[in-house]
């Protein structure tokens, strides 16, 4: 376990085998580091925060801070960081607000420079957050997501998994599976690099292409498309994207112009 002269670590932290932490980096008490975890310099870690096994935690980044809500209790609740993640330069990631309650962040993410994942926000596996993305308290982020630079994602979103968002994208209602966002919360068409990258076939991609004409390209209400998308069950694509509409609560992002949904 490597520790550096000029780190401030409180000797209630717990840290596992084979730890690094690095010059003038903080790890206050309650801070739980899994095995062979890496925190570079000037990291702050606090809180009841728990970072799994073979995690990198780059220069700057802010983990288990307190919550930036003005309904905060306390001194709010945790932060579950999962294995393998890597959080870059100056990214913050903020507990829950609330005592008892955690924000949660999976496995074998990419959590690029400067990007901010709010108080209970739930973050699913394999996705990535670019620099400068945005997610307000309570955001939820499937897994194989990708959210590019500089998106910002309204409190309370869902945006499901294998979801591509465009740089620069204001996210304000929920974001089915397998869709691709662009502008302002307006669906223009497939993640089809993602779903071929999560390895789906060719025949699951076009059932879900076919549930996106449906779902957008039809002029059918929300109600009506789900009634037609039912007797696409068979398929498991649709159902996670029937599964996901059942759960929304903001609503759907609209509709925009076409963009490459029929170049698979």
Known sequence: ???????????????????????????????????????????????????????????????????????????????????????REYATIHRSSKPGKRTEVGDDNFLLGMCHIGHDCRVGHWTTIANGALLAGHVTIGDRAFISGNVVIHQFVKVGPVVMIGGQARVSKDVPPFMLVEGNSKVRGLNVVGMRRAGMTAEQRERVKEAHRILYRSGLSVTNAVARLRGMADSAEVRAILAFIKTSERGLCGAGAGRREEED
Do not use: F, W
């Open 1 to 87: 376990m490597g520790i550096h002269a000029t780190a401030i670590v409180d000797s209630k932290a717990e840290l596992g085998s084979e730890v690094e932490i690095g010059p003038y980096a903080i790890v206050e008490a309650g801070v739980r580091l899994g095995d062979r975890t890496r925190v570079l310099a000037h990291a702050h870690l606090s809180g009841d925060c728990i970072i799994g096994p073979d995690c990198v935690v780059h220069m700057g980044a802010v983990l288990g801070h307190v919550a930036q809500d003005r309904g905060l209790v306390g001194g709010g609740g945790g932060l579950t960081l999962g294995a393998r993640n890597i959080v």
